[in-house]
């Protein structure tokens, strides 16, 4: 199994940018997809990014496609999230999962969760 922590979270203004950073610990970090998923207060959790185990393909949800990069560097058992444009729809808890069987936007293929670092955009 694998421990994972999000940190990076802040609080920042429209148009800002943020990176956020998940470690992982445990097995190789390489054995596992991975992904970001965010939720905002008063809705459902819902998929932001997906990034495959050699970070050869990425997805990306529609509302910050363009504006946000997914990346992973397996040497460091670490995966990344740069935020660029924030906008006050962006703000949300951002939480990291993996699973090791698939590549995928929905967090019930995902088996291991980190605790959560909150994003906050506003003037």
């Known amino acids: 199994q694998v421990e994972l922590v999000e940190t990076g979270g802040g609080l920042v203004q429209p148009g800002d940018s943020l990176r956020l950073s998940c470690v992982a610990s445990g097995r190789s970090f390489s054995d596992y997809f991975s992904g970001w998923f965010r939720q905002a207060p008063g809705k459902d959790r819902e998929f932001v990014a997906a990034?495959?185990?050699?970070?050869?393909?990425?997805d990306y949800a529609d509302p910050v496609k363009g504006r946000f990069t997914i990346s992973r560097d397996n040497a460091k058992n670490t995966m990344y999230l740069q935020m660029n444009s924030l906008k006050p729809e962006d703000t949300a808890v951002y939480f990291c999962?993996?699973?090791?069987?698939?590549?995928?936007?929905?967090?019930?293929?995902?088996?291991?969760w980190g605790q959560g670092t909150q994003v906050t955009v506003s003037s």
């Open positions: 999962a993996a699973n090791r069987r698939m590549y995928s936007r929905t967090e019930n293929n995902y088996d291991y």
């Open positions: 990034i495959s185990r050699t970070a050869k393909t990425t």
